[in-house]
């Protein structure tokens, strides 16, 4: 206890470097981009929906009056299990995979799309697994008891 993740990448960083290789994908192959009606308001919606899940589980963080930080997790000093956390142990990282969704689509580019794949994996691996094994240790029986109820993603 009392240790930071071994990863010190902030997953919002990691978002944006996804978002920047999918655009520089999307540049660099432009004959593979796509259109269609409606995908403009097809983006803003996924990516509005993205950032007001991300706005609403900060908010409960904050209403609980523990931290946010995904980088020191045994910092936390309540378990979050209401609101957005009853659908999925990870709605900050769910609103960053329907904000890069939105800009998949808006950039139209099928070839991007794979990094929605590789941001999941490795938020995944590198992030979520790691916060999960501190707040066993924090929680304990109580955290095991919410990881059988909730679902990682959804």
Do not use: H
């Not at 990448?9 to 660099?28: E, H, K, N």
């Not at 659908?87 to 099928?110: D, E, K």
Request: proline share 6%; net charge positive.
């Amino acid at each position: 206890m009392g240790r930071k993740l071994d990863l010190l990448i902030p997953p919002p960083v990691v978002g944006l470097v996804c978002g920047l290789a999918m655009w520089g994908i999307a540049s660099a192959m432009p004959a593979l981009c796509f259109a269609f009606p409606l995908q403009t308001t097809l983006a803003a919606v996924l990516i509005v929906a993205g950032l007001a899940l991300d706005m609403a589980a900060i908010g409960a963080f904050w209403k609980a009056k523990t931290t946010v930080t995904p980088l020191a997790p045994e910092k936390a000093s309540s378990l979050v299990v209401e609101g957005l956390y009853r659908f999925t142990r990870n709605p900050m990282y769910l609103g960053l995979l329907l904000i890069l969704s939105g800009l998949a689509i808006l950039l139209g580019s099928p070839v991007s799309m794979i990094v929605l794949a590789v941001f999941v994996a490795y938020i995944t691996a590198f992030q979520i697994k790691p916060e999960e094994a501190r707040l066993q240790e924090v929680f304990g029986a109580d955290y095991l008891a919410y990881m059988k109820r909730v679902r990682r993603w959804l």
